[in-house]
């Protein structure tokens, strides 16, 4: 008989104790063992993790009130920029915003030592953190500048919100061309000289629940070393599960947007990230409990990076020109041994998302849990699953005179 | 003797002597040159590997500080800020020594010092900036 859970019920367990919670890694041996059925009937939460560079991050703040008031309309952290069109004393920061005088890559490949996800490191380490804010002045908000040094705990909020995080699965990257590469997908040596992937493969929570039955909106998770939320579904959503001709199946195409207070995450799950030639970003751990509500849940929980599959994608070329066409598809199992086979050549292979990291997420996600402090929510709302989401369009570049917007018809008139 | 591996720093006025030279012909050492700067005010660094008789490896260093030149044990030059490091793995393929590698299976990145050629590429590629340079 098919064993079916309601999250009340694992709620229940995690209030009296009796809870029993895997981590990702965990549940594999125990499923080859037990099959999917008694794991199902033992298994109440499998829980997961990853640290990874995730460039769509960012933190929205309000500073409170000067004295007088004053409407800030440019406001820079660390000389870092902040988006200030909104009210008065709040701004958002985004992860890969760089210094105004940054220099870039004038000198290629550039270093962009210090960035907005560094910056939200800083203030997550308790630093001080220089605010300047420049504002035009109004009857309401007469003030104009301001130079003044905050901390986090200075400011009324501080909420980390990150529009697209926890992709599902991600690019093998490899270099086809004749020079050495900088990229999001670190340094790529040129004609396949080395493959760099940045999933976590078994441990990463989307590769565990490629329908979205167990994640929705409001799925409580950990986020940043604190306690985080799944807002909505992340930018460029769109899952998808496709058989590979050589047998074996490629999970992608997922992601998240999630939510929580910055004031309650740890410096050493939020830390800023210099890539070469690249820009800075943040890297963010973010680990998800998978409720094990059904058999379905637990089958696609417990697959194992022997059947966990990654595209390979050339960056030299194909990637920057916008046609990236898989090269081949190697699992994770292949790509953690340190080495991938492609075109009857051996390539090194690296991560560049910290396994022994997202194993750490998903231990401290368990021991929340079992220790009673964390319960699971049921998402107000599911996510869309695959074959729900529309598809992800390309921009088109349409010409300005076939374009109805404001700048035209005021030069015709 | 097995190979040593030393960093040379040399002021400018001792940029043009033919040290690699005095170092093979009078003191009979295998030299390997593993990496050699000179910087716009003529000061040099030099990463040499050498290998030789005991007594001639000591002759000929005692012969570079007579000139001047400071020696320091390579190991000593790039290290690893443990707090820094995620191990995250993006240094392992730009490390052309195999001194930065990955410990399976438990996917730790691991140093080795005596491995390291002093390249640097590892300084410019750690996402997190882990990989110091001490001098």
């Given at each position: 008989?098919?064993?079916?859970?309601?999250?009340?019920?694992?709620?229940?367990?995690?209030?009296?104790?009796?809870?029993?919670?895997?981590?990702?890694?965990?549940?594999?041996?125990?499923?080859?063992?037990?099959?999917?059925?008694?794991?199902?009937?033992?298994?109440?939460?499998?829980?997961?993790?990853?640290?990874?560079?995730?460039?769509?991050?960012?933190?929205?703040?309000?500073?409170?009130?000067?004295?007088?008031?004053?409407?800030?309309?440019?406001?820079?952290?660390?000389?870092?920029?902040?988006?200030?069109?909104?009210?008065?004393?709040?701004?958002?920061?985004?992860?890969?915003?760089?210094?105004?005088d940054d220099p870039l890559n004038s000198i290629h490949p550039g270093?962009?030592?210090?960035?907005?996800?560094?910056?939200?490191?800083?203030?997550?380490?308790?630093?001080?953190?220089?605010?300047?804010?420049?504002?035009?002045?109004?009857?309401?908000?007469?003030?104009?500048?301001?130079?003044?040094?905050?901390?986090?705990?200075?400011?009324?909020?501080?909420?980390?919100?990150?529009?697209?995080?926890?992709?599902?699965?991600?690019?093998?990257?490899?270099?086809?061309?004749?020079?050495?590469?900088?990229?999001?997908?670190?340094?790529?040596?040129?004609?396949?000289?080395?493959?760099?992937?940045?999933?976590?493969?078994?441990?990463?929570?989307?590769l565990k629940d490629p329908y979205f039955r167990a994640t929705g909106?409001?799925?409580?998770?950990?986020?940043?070393?604190?306690?985080?939320?799944?807002?909505?579904?992340?930018?460029?959503?769109?899952?998808?599960?496709?058989?590979?001709?050589?047998?074996?199946?490629?999970?992608?195409?997922?992601?998240?947007?999630?939510?929580?207070?910055?004031?309650?995450?740890?410096?050493?799950?939020?830390?800023?990230?210099?890539?070469?030639?690249?820009?800075?970003?943040?890297?963010?751990?973010?680990?998800?409990?998978?409720?094990?509500?059904?058999?379905?849940?637990?089958?696609?929980?417990?697959?194992?990076?022997?059947?966990?599959?990654?595209?390979?994608?050339?960056?030299?070329?194909?990637?920057?020109?916008?046609?990236?066409?898989?090269?081949?598809?190697?699992?994770?199992?292949?790509?953690?041994?340190?080495?991938?086979?492609?075109?009857?050549?051996?390539?090194?292979?690296?991560?560049?998302?910290?396994?022994?990291?997202?194993?750490?997420?998903?231990?401290?996600?368990?021991?929340?849990?079992?220790?009673?402090?964390?319960?699971?929510?049921?998402?107000?709302?599911?996510?869309?699953?695959?074959?729900?989401?529309?598809?992800?369009?390309?921009?088109?570049?349409?010409?300005?005179?076939?374009?109805?917007?404001?700048?035209?018809?005021?030069?015709?008139? | 003797?097995?190979?040593?591996?030393?960093?040379?720093?040399?002021?400018?006025?001792?940029?043009?002597?033919?040290?690699?030279?005095?170092?093979?012909?009078?003191?009979?050492?295998?030299?390997?040159?593993?990496?050699?700067?000179?910087?716009?005010?003529?000061?040099?660094?030099?990463?040499?590997?050498?290998?030789?008789?005991?007594?001639?490896?000591?002759?000929?260093?005692?012969?570079?500080r007579s000139l001047g030149v400071t020696i320091q044990p390579l190991?000593?030059?790039?290290?690893?800020?443990?707090?820094?490091?995620?191990?995250?793995?993006?240094?392992?393929?730009?490390?052309?020594?195999?001194?930065?590698?990955?410990?399976?299976?438990?996917?730790?990145?691991?140093?080795?010092?005596?491995?390291?050629?002093?390249?640097?590429?590892?300084?410019?590629?750690?996402?997190?900036?882990?990989?110091?340079?001490?001098?």
């Amino acid at each position: 008989m098919a064993v079916e859970k309601s999250l009340a019920e694992i709620n229940a367990r995690i209030k009296s104790g009796k809870v029993v919670v895997l981590t990702a890694e965990e549940v594999i041996p125990l499923v080859r063992e037990k099959g999917v059925q008694q794991a199902t009937a033992e298994v109440d939460v499998v829980t997961t993790g990853t640290f990874g560079t995730m460039c769509s991050s960012g933190a929205y703040f309000n500073f409170g009130h000067t004295k007088p008031r004053m409407k800030m309309s440019k406001v820079w952290l660390n000389n870092v920029q902040a988006y200030a069109g909104l009210a008065a004393v709040d701004a958002f920061l985004g992860a890969t915003q760089v210094p105004d005088d940054d220099p870039l890559n004038s000198i290629h490949p550039g270093e962009f030592r210090y960035g907005g996800g560094h910056v939200i490191h800083d203030l997550v380490a308790g630093q001080p953190v220089h605010l300047r804010a420049l504002a035009y002045g109004t009857d309401c908000y007469p003030r104009r500048e301001i130079n003044t040094v905050i901390t986090l705990d200075d400011l009324n909020q501080a909420v980390l919100f990150n529009p697209r995080n926890a992709y599902q699965n991600y690019n093998v990257a490899v270099n086809l061309s004749d020079r050495t590469i900088y990229t999001y997908m670190g340094v790529l040596k040129p004609h396949m000289g080395n493959a760099n992937y940045s999933t976590a493969g078994q441990l990463s929570p989307l590769l565990k629940d490629p329908y979205f039955r167990a994640t929705g909106i409001g799925s409580r998770i950990f986020l940043g070393g604190g306690i985080g939320y799944v807002a909505w579904q992340g930018t460029q959503h769109c899952p998808e599960i496709i058989e590979l001709p050589a047998g074996g199946k490629l999970i992608s195409g997922g992601t998240l947007a999630v939510i929580g207070d910055l004031k309650q995450m740890r410096p050493e799950w939020l830390v800023g990230a210099s890539f070469l030639g690249y820009g800075a970003s943040l890297t963010v751990g973010l680990g998800i409990p998978i409720p094990i509500l059904n058999e379905e849940i637990m089958y696609w929980a417990s697959r194992s990076d022997e059947e966990l599959y990654a595209p390979v994608i050339d960056y030299g070329l194909a990637y920057p020109a916008g046609n990236p066409q898989p090269l081949g598809y190697v699992t994770y199992a292949r790509l953690k041994s340190g080495t991938i086979e492609l075109e009857g050549r051996e390539i090194p292979a690296a991560p560049l998302s910290s396994y022994p990291r997202a194993r750490q997420i998903a231990a401290i996600l368990k021991d929340w849990i079992q220790q009673g402090g964390f319960l699971l929510s049921e998402p107000v709302a599911l996510l869309p699953s695959i074959g729900e989401a529309p598809p992800i369009k390309p921009l088109l570049e349409n010409k300005p005179e076939n374009h109805n917007g404001h700048s035209n018809k005021d030069r015709s008139r | 003797m097995s190979p040593k591996r030393v960093v040379l720093r040399f002021m400018a006025t001792t940029a043009d002597k033919p040290i690699i030279y005095q170092l093979i012909r009078n003191y009979d050492l295998v030299v390997n040159i593993l990496k050699a700067h000179i910087n716009p005010r003529k000061e040099g660094m030099m990463v040499l590997e050498i290998q030789g008789e005991p007594e001639q490896y000591t002759r000929g260093l005692e012969y570079l500080r007579s000139l001047g030149v400071t020696i320091q044990p390579l190991s000593q030059d790039v290290q690893r800020n443990e707090t820094l490091c995620t191990h995250c793995g993006a240094c392992i393929n730009v490390c052309p020594s195999g001194a930065l590698f990955l410990d399976r299976p438990a996917m730790e990145v691991h140093f080795d010092e005596d491995k390291c050629v002093v390249c640097l590429m590892c300084v410019r590629a750690c996402p997190y900036k882990a990989m110091e340079v001490r001098f």
